[in-house]
């Protein structure tokens, strides 16, 4: 009954920036904490950033300092501003979340988007 679908990946040379957004629709209250993980070729998924629905964050260490995660309520969409990307930044990017349904609840289930291919090469 959710959709998530990522956008904005692509290639960016070192030092450069990249914004990623993910756009979530179906049928549900609101959407409630957010992340962002990814995943690089042979490597587990890794979690990269975190937002609840107060808007507090929280962030890998690999990235503090360069990552920016928000959200828009309003158009039930979370982004990662990235900052001064380095190859090692090279992954897949997926967000994931879990609804909360009309009854005010959290869904019994999370949902994941479909992943966007960052590349960071020169």
């Known amino acids: 009954q959710v959709q998530l679908v990522e956008s904005g990946g692509g290639l960016v040379q070192p030092g450069g920036s990249l914004r990623l957004s993910c756009a979530a629709s179906?049928?549900?209250?609101?959407?409630?904490?957010m992340a962002w993980h990814r995943q690089a070729p042979g490597k587990q998924r890794e979690l990269v950033a975190t937002i609840t629905t107060g808007g507090s964050t929280n962030y890998a260490d690999s990235v503090k300092g360069r990552f920016t995660i928000s959200r828009d309520n309003a158009k039930n969409t979370v982004y990662l501003q990235m900052n001064s990307l380095k190859p090692e930044d090279t992954a897949v990017y997926y967000c994931?979340?879990?609804?909360?349904?009309?009854?005010?609840?959290?869904?019994?289930?999370?949902?994941w988007g479909q992943g966007t291919q960052v590349t960071v090469s020169s």
């Open positions: 179906g049928s549900f209250l609101s959407i409630g904490a």
């Open positions: 994931n979340t879990v609804p909360i349904r009309s009854s005010g609840r959290n869904s019994p289930r999370d949902y």
